[in-house]
């Protein structure tokens, strides 16, 4: 059996102030295979954000481990990508100058940076725009450039927190879509936070339910659905039944 790519083993954390004390989340156990893809669903508030500041060393648990490729989390430096719910892009760099941002600090040469940019350009549907700044981009364009930025972090396991929460609903149904074919064609490890329940279920092999603050995971659902997935499948049975599964466990 492969070794998981992500285990999380009784992970807890508690925020201190001076006049109060915050548990966020209580004995979280989770494990995320190599190529798998794992949505993360829960109420507002939940700690399903504060899971990828310890993924990736942001912050620290108070208890509980984080292994990373069979190793604890802090004995050895891993680059993680991670995509936070806003797209972050500079506004004052052209969408290539954004893109070469992991790159430089990788310290690829200049010009090999922008040959690989060059290569991924037409995969996230942004052929054309290398020039453009982020105001002159749509909502979904931007969103596809701050993807297209993660993936070149050196790593094969991403990090997304709601990346299409922003966006309308005719949008974001184009680029749940487009997730996944660009998923399959890079064969990454992903994490991946919603509050909609179709989305996880659209997208993902597995979905985990956390609980209302503190945190806890009190459902997994496997997603049977075939692959390669298309978004008319959210009105077949089987859909409907995971969603009704997950939504269950939410109430």
Same mark, same amino acid.
């Given at each position: 059996?492969?070794? @998981?790519?992500?285990? #999380? +083993?009784?992970? !807890? /954390?508690? *925020?201190?102030?001076?006049?109060?004390?915050?548990?966020?989340?209580?004995?979280?156990?989770?494990?995320?295979?190599?190529?798998?893809?794992?949505?993360?669903?829960?109420?507002?508030?939940?700690?399903?954000?504060?899971?990828?500041?310890?993924?990736?060393?942001?912050?620290?648990?108070?208890?509980?481990?984080?292994?990373?490729?069979?190793?604890?989390?802090?004995?050895?430096?891993?680059?993680?990508?991670?995509?936070?719910?806003?797209?972050?892009?500079?506004?004052?760099?052209?969408?290539?100058?954004?893109?070469?941002?992991?790159?430089?600090?990788?310290?690829?040469?200049?010009?090999?940076?922008?040959?690989?940019?060059?290569?991924?350009? @037409?995969?996230?549907? #942004? +052929?054309?725009? !290398? /020039?453009? *700044?982020?105001?002159?981009?749509?909502?979904?364009?931007?969103?596809?450039?701050?993807?297209?930025?993660?993936?070149?972090?050196?790593?094969?396991?991403?990090?997304?927190?709601?990346?299409?929460?922003?966006?309308?609903?005719?949008?974001?149904?184009?680029?749940?879509?487009?997730?996944?074919?660009?998923?399959?064609?890079?064969?990454?490890?992903?994490?991946?936070?919603?509050?909609?329940?179709?989305?996880?279920?659209?997208?993902?092999?597995?979905?985990?339910?956390?609980?209302?603050?503190?945190?806890?995971?009190?459902?997994?659902?496997?997603?049977?659905?075939?692959?390669?997935?298309?978004?008319?499948?959210?009105?077949?049975?089987?859909?409907?039944?995971?969603?009704?599964?997950?939504?269950?466990?939410?109430?």
């Amino acid at each position: 059996m492969a070794t @998981p790519k992500i285990v #999380l +083993e009784n992970v !807890a /954390k508690t *925020y201190h102030q001076e006049d109060h004390t915050l548990e966020v989340l209580a004995d979280i156990s989770i494990h995320v295979d190599p190529g798998e893809f794992v949505s993360i669903i829960g109420p507002s508030g939940c700690g399903k954000s504060t899971l990828f500041k310890l993924i990736t060393g942001v912050d620290r648990q108070d208890r509980g481990d984080i292994i990373i490729d069979g190793q604890k989390a802090g004995r050895t430096i891993r680059r993680i990508g991670y995509m936070p719910q806003k797209d972050q892009l500079m506004p004052w760099k052209t969408l290539m100058e954004n893109a070469l941002l992991p790159l430089q600090i990788q310290g690829v040469p200049r010009t090999e940076a922008i040959a690989r940019v060059n290569e991924l350009l @037409p995969v996230f549907g #942004l +052929e054309g725009f !290398a /020039k453009a *700044y982020p105001a002159q981009l749509s909502g979904g364009m931007r969103q596809r450039g701050a993807l297209l930025r993660t993936v070149l972090i050196d790593s094969d396991l991403i990090l997304l927190d709601e990346p299409f929460g922003a966006l309308d609903a005719i949008t974001r149904e184009k680029m749940q879509v487009w997730l996944l074919e660009v998923w399959e064609k890079l064969n990454r490890t992903v994490i991946f936070i919603t509050h909609s329940v179709d989305e996880a279920v659209l997208l993902s092999d597995r979905v985990y339910v956390m609980s209302q603050r503190p945190g806890r995971i009190i459902a997994e659902e496997i997603i049977s659905l075939h692959r390669p997935r298309k978004w008319d499948m959210i009105t077949t049975p089987e859909f409907l039944q995971h969603k009704e599964n997950l939504l269950r466990s939410l109430i």
